[in-house]
């Protein structure tokens, strides 16, 4: 018997406002085993989160799927965190990029395994370092970003300096940290896709 995973107590903000200029066209409407990134991300999160929201700058149609629009006209990751933070009835708030479309279940609940009152964030660490793009963070982070967003500095880096976060080790996994960001990531995310899927 299947029974659905009990939904976490956090929302899950897909991050869906790059340009995309490497790619050539919306990267969360590049096809991967039949469907668009975008619902890849969406599957996975509305599959184990309580809130599931697409923060976007421009007005793509995402169907009946909830969407937020940047508060901030500033292409960078940062504004798109920014936005759902500030937006959140949840403490605690799942970050994705709609770009990761190889990130499972089991990374999600790994990462949330280790958030507590004790920290602000909760990142995966892998072969390239910290994954600032698919994690976790409290609505505590807000003051930093604001101040940030105030001195023009919008580097998830000096972000996450100044956040305490706890760190996962995902280097074993770094392969399912592909970010798609060219033709050649899209060839290389439906080899591993399908590879999976056998």
Request: hydrophobic share 35%; charged share 25%.
């Amino acid at each position: 018997m299947n029974h659905k995973i009990k939904l976490l107590p956090a929302a899950a903000f897909i991050l869906a406002g790059g340009k995309s200029r490497r790619f050539g066209s919306p990267k969360w409407n590049a096809m991967l085993g039949g469907i668009t990134l975008i619902e890849h991300s969406w599957n996975l999160c509305d599959d184990l989160f309580k809130s599931t929201v697409i923060v976007s700058k421009s007005k793509y149609d995402f169907g009946e799927k909830r969407i937020i629009q940047d508060i901030i006209n500033v292409q960078a990751p940062l504004t798109g965190i920014y936005t759902a933070l500030k937006q959140s009835e949840h403490r605690w708030n799942f970050i994705i990029s709609c770009d990761l479309p190889l990130i499972t279940k089991n990374i999600i609940l790994k990462l949330w395994e280790k958030t507590s009152k004790k920290c602000d964030g909760v990142l995966p660490v892998t072969g390239r370092g910290l994954e600032p793009t698919c994690g976790f963070y409290t609505t505590t982070a807000l003051p930093i970003c604001e101040q940030m967003i105030a001195k023009g500095d919008y580097s998830l880096h000096n972000l996450n300096k100044q956040l305490n976060c706890e760190e996962v080790d995902f280097t074993q996994n770094t392969d399912l940290f592909l970010n798609v960001n060219s033709e050649d990531d899209l060839v290389k995310a439906e080899e591993h896709y399908y590879n999976t899927k056998q």
